[in-house]
Every structure is written in structure tokens, then in C-alpha cells.
T-cell receptor
Framework: GENVEQHPSTLSVQEGDSAVIKCTYS??????FPWYKQELGKGPQLIID?????GEKKDQRIAVTLNKTAKHFSLHITETQPEDSAVYFC????????????FGTGTSLTVIP | KAGVTQTPRYLIKTRGQQVTLSCSPI?????VSWYQQTPGQGLQFLFE???????NKGNFPGRFSGRQFSNSRSEMNVSTLELGDSALYLC?????????????FGPGTRLTVT
């Protein structure tokens, strides 16, 4: 099956700086890559996603890039704010695995005011 | 549209007991997946149901089971609870949004086994 690795596991940035979280996947058939934000006591919330036929997608301060050849994708958060502090998960869904999603181990982001 | 709802939100059980958790997906979503989330193992896939049929199953023992009803609501059951079953159990509902298959999570049920 698919294997998703996520780095770093923890990340601290000053408010206003950028944060980058990286994930790699193993199954070249994976074709959909969502990112989730999980705040304390809540379920993961879908914040942005990208399909395998797209190299980059942006939504306000959040962007995701995908390199299919290298099998890695990244989440970029610019102008970070304290409310961005949360755990972020990447995931991959492959066409060979039915509709099952495989998740990274999470990155705990702390934005220091 | 209302989001994914899960009941109960918190549960405390004793080893050896069984537990049933409930999930109502977003209206119109026919697929429901269940995940176990623990600090050590992260998000682990339990199973997925679509139109009352189990479509995928993760690597969990047979003590973990589920079902889906005709209105897409789903339940998962854990029998003979063990201490290691303490976790946040997340339900997610999914649908095809054009060419992407999107998944949305509920708030989870926090299960504590003592």
C-alpha cells in the first residue's frame, strides 16, 4: 500500500514568517493530496488539496506544491498568525487503493506572537 | 450544510466491555470512513462503508467492526475493550467533487478504557 512520510514533526516560527511542511509518498498511482489542520479537541479540517495533474495551488496565505517525479508535496503558509498554530496532516489517495486515504504522522506548528 | 456529527463525544469504558460509536455524514455523502487516532500511531484507517457495504478495511483485529445504514449513518463497534483501544475515533464522510474525492472529518469520539 501507500506510505506517506511527513517532516518536520514539530515546527516553531515567529508570527509573520513562513512555514513549510513536506511530505513524500511511495505509490506513483496516488492522484489526490489533501492537507488537514487539526486544532486541539477537534477533528481534522480540510484546508487545501491538489490533484496529480496540477503542480501548484494557492488559497490566500496557503499554497501546496506537488512534484510527481520526486513524489513529494509541500504545504506553504505565509504571513503566519497565532491562529495557524495546530497540527497539520498531509494525506495521499491512490487509484490503486480504492478510496483509502493514507496520512502522514503530522506536524505540530507553533506560531510565536 | 451541517457537518459530520459523531456521538457520543466522550466515553469511558472498562476493559472487557464493548462500545458502539455513531456517525452521521454530511447530507448527500454516501461514503463513511472510520479512523483511530493515537499520539503514537497517528491516524490509522479502520474501514470504509459505501451504500451499506464495507468497501475497504484496515489492519485492525476482528474486535473492531462497523456497519452503515440505508440513510448513510454509520456505527462502529469495539468488543472486548483493551487499554490500548483508548483513542480518538474519527469518522469522515466523502464524496466525489467533480474529479476529486474529498473527505471531511467529524469532531471525533474520545474513548478512554480503564
Amino acid at each position: 500500500g501507500e506510505n506517506v512520510e511527513q517532516h518536520p514533526s514539530t515546527l516553531s516560527v515567529q508570527e509573520g514568517d513562513s512555514a513549510v511542511i513536506k511530505c513524500t509518498y511511495s505509490d506513483s498511482a496516488s492522484n489526490y493530496f489533501p492537507w488537514y489542520k487539526q486544532e486541539l479537541g477537534k477533528g481534522p479540517q480540510l484546508i487545501i488539496d491538489i490533484r496529480s495533474n496540477v503542480g501548484e495551488k494557492k488559497d490566500q496565505r496557503i499554497a501546496v506544491t506537488l512534484n510527481k517525479t520526486a513524489k513529494h508535496f509541500s504545504l506553504h503558509i505565509t504571513e503566519t498568525q497565532p491562529e495557524d498554530s495546530a497540527v497539520y496532516f498531509c494525506a495521499a489517495r491512490g487509484s490503486n487503493t480504492g478510496n483509502q486515504f493514507y496520512f502522514g504522522t503530522g506536524t505540530s506548528l507553533t506560531v510565536i506572537p | 450544510k451541517a457537518g459530520v456529527t459523531q456521538t457520543p463525544r466522550y466515553l469511558i469504558k472498562t476493559r472487557g466491555q464493548q462500545v458502539t460509536l455513531s456517525c452521521s455524514p454530511i447530507s448527500g455523502h454516501r461514503s463513511v470512513s472510520w479512523y483511530q487516532q493515537t499520539p503514537g500511531q497517528g491516524l490509522q484507517f479502520l474501514f470504509e462503508y459505501f451504500s451499506e457495504t464495507q468497501r475497504n478495511k484496515g489492519n485492525f483485529p476482528g474486535r473492531f467492526s462497523g456497519r452503515q445504514f440505508s440513510n448513510s449513518r454509520s456505527e462502529m463497534n469495539v468488543s472486548t475493550l483493551e487499554l490500548g483501544d483508548s483513542a480518538l475515533y474519527l469518522c469522515a464522510s466523502s464524496f466525489w467533487a467533480g474529479v476529486t474525492y474529498e473527505q471531511y472529518f467529524g469532531p471525533g469520539t474520545r474513548l478512554t478504557v480503564t
